[in-house]
């Protein structure tokens, strides 16, 4: 489709060339041509409203402009157009011929597993931190809507020839998990039968820590009350960190995310490289001492306020750390990175980009997008608060054991991943736990997936019948005139770009989208039309070249989102 769009495009460009020669369109230049695929194949299958956005330099109707454009084009001089008609007030649409479609299905064809990739990225490499969740706690569905949207444009960018990685940030170090210290100490004292004692302010609710003492007086007893109180917190605060870290790993490999890198913050900030960053901001004379603690210079940099790096008692606040991982993060050679934030560090953004200006990389090396709130939605249609403080949140493992009591284990994880993927990450995103657990067409992941195990199905009735499907050379691609069958074949020339499209702008929501759409078509395609006919082999087995492709973007689609394509359900 993007050999078809350029080619599209310089037939049009040449056009309005030829218009301007002609004297008959009175303009200084020629601006993009807009055009995009027709929702009505009725209106043919690419339109552009080119002379509306001519009309104002032209000084002419732009159904006028539209008239003029159209006498410059033969059809009869381009192999790829059939037909040309101006509709509305200047609307230029195009019926491409059907020799593009056969050619659609010849690409899929050949490529098959790789149909839908390419090389734009040239090997660039791209590192996406995501999740990157405290070890304070189990990871909750906030947390699963970023590991699903991280590990999907990971998977984008390396379609389109990126090497990008997956990274995880372990918050390691400071007052998140000293307090964590603290509330397993209190958790441990209290099996141990000491009354009186309340979690500190600041601290962790959860019963899940109450479990993790219990644990911990399972195995070691009461030996560690003969240590000194700062000694012991210390010792639960990494006991906490290890045991609560190893759980978010299995949760994630569970949710089918495997990191290529974990990186702590303890170690960058052992590695002596935030005293380097501060060296380095002391030397462009970016801090100053004010109230007994060192200030960055914000203000520079277009912000509103200054910023503290280093507070009254020496220690770094999280931007000194925070400014030393990207640089490290420059230091390995990516050419991009991208940090998906949460809803909750919106105000950090400015600052980071901030930091990294400061340190002087390039403006557009970092990326920061939001992954915006997740709210849960019960059967009632009621929001269901979390909070990891008080200990009142659904965990990541919960909801997938949820789903898997109705929907069973090997499709828990798909519906869980297509509800994150399912809107724009900029948005709100309400869970319908309703819908989720309904196994049926009606949930919107398992109606895709009743298509791919439909398209195999029809290949099992075909294998049973003798009705093997022939080399696409074999096969007169002509018989596929249904209106429905040439809308499939459309449908699917899309998918490359909707994939490009996808990872270029870091909108993984696009290819559920997509996918939805194709089924959409296919669904009907699939009861209104008999694929498997004796008596009609020539079309038969055309009809089996198109389901094959149908079954290939499907399954290389699925395979992007991080999603079974079963076979059979």
């Not at 489709?1 to 020629?30: F, H, N, P, Q």
Request: glycine share 6%.
């Amino acid at each position: 489709m993007d050999a078809i769009k350029t080619e599209i495009y310089t037939i049009l460009e040449d056009a309005i060339r030829a218009a301007v020669a002609a004297g008959e369109l009175a303009i200084s230049e020629i601006p993009t041509i807009p055009f995009s695929p027709t929702k009505n194949p009725e209106h043919g299958d690419i339109a552009t409203p080119i002379a509306l956005g001519l009309a104002k330099q032209a000084r002419m109707a732009p159904r006028n402009i539209a008239e003029i454009i159209h006498k410059h084009i033969d059809p009869d001089a381009h192999s790829i157009i059939r037909q040309i008609d101006v509709a509305g007030a200047g609307f230029i649409n195009i019926h491409l011929s059907d020799n593009w479609l056969y050619d659609t299905l010849q690409t899929i064809a050949t490529m098959q597993a790789a149909y839908g990739t390419s090389d734009k990225g040239a090997g660039k490499r791209v590192q996406i931190e995501f999740v990157s969740a405290n070890p304070t706690g189990p990871l909750n569905i906030v947390s699963g809507r970023a590991a699903a949207v991280g590990d999907t444009l990971v998977n984008l960018l390396n379609a389109i020839g990126y090497k990008a990685i997956r990274e995880f940030y372990v918050n390691d170090a400071g007052g998140q998990v000293e307090r964590l210290g603290e509330s397993i100490d209190v958790r441990y004292r209290q099996v141990l039968g000491e009354e009186g004692l309340e979690i500190p302010e600041g601290g962790y609710q959860g019963e899940y820590l109450r479990e993790f003492a219990q644990t911990i007086v399972e195995t070691d007893g009461d030996s560690h009350l003969q240590l000194e109180q700062n000694e012991r917190t210390a010792l639960f605060r990494n006991k906490g960190i290890a045991h609560i870290l190893a759980q978010q790993r299995a949760s994630l490999e569970r949710f089918k995310v495997n990191f290529d890198v974990w990186a702590s913050e303890q170690a960058i900030r052992d590695s002596g490289k935030p005293e380097e960053i501060i060296q380095m901001f002391r030397e462009k004379s970016y801090l100053y001492e004010a109230e007994g603690a060192t200030w960055f210079r914000m203000s520079d940099f277009g912000d509103d306020k200054d910023c503290v790096v280093i507070r009254q008692n020496g220690e770094y606040t999280y931007f000194v750390p925070d400014a030393a991982y990207h640089r490290d993060k420059f230091d390995r050679g990516f050419s991009t990175v991208i940090d998906l934030f949460g809803p909750d560090h919106q105000g950090h953004i400015s600052r980071l980009k901030n930091f990294v200006k400061a340190l002087g990389l390039p403006d557009d090396w970092l990326e920061i997008s939001i992954i915006q709130q997740v709210n849960l939605v019960d059967a009632a249609g009621k929001r269901v608060d979390m909070s990891k403080r008080s200990g009142h949140f659904l965990t990541l493992d919960a909801l997938i054991d949820e789903l898997a009591e109705t929907v069973g284990e090997e499709f828990a994880v798909d519906v869980a991943r297509y509800f994150f993927l399912m809107r724009a990450n900029n948005t709100h995103l309400d869970f319908n736990m309703e819908l989720a657990l309904t196994h049926a067409s009606e949930n919107p992941v398992f109606y895709i997936q009743y298509a791919h195990a439909r398209c195999c199905s029809i290949f099992e009735q075909g294998s049973e019948q003798g009705m093997v499907a022939k080399p696409i050379e074999e096969v007169s691609l002509k018989r596929l005139t249904e209106p429905i069958e040439h809308e499939l074949i459309r449908k699917l020339a899309e998918f490359p770009s909707i994939v490009l499209l996808s990872a270029e702008t870091r909108e993984a929501h696009r290819v559920p989208h997509y996918l939805h759409e194709l089924a959409g078509i296919f669904h009907p395609y699939y009861n209104q039309h008999r694929v498997l006919d004796s008596e009609d082999m020539e079309k038969t087995d055309a009809r089996l070249i198109l389901v094959q492709s149908v079954q290939t973007v499907l399954k290389n689609g699925l395979t992007l989102l991080g999603i079974s394509a079963p076979e059979s359900m």
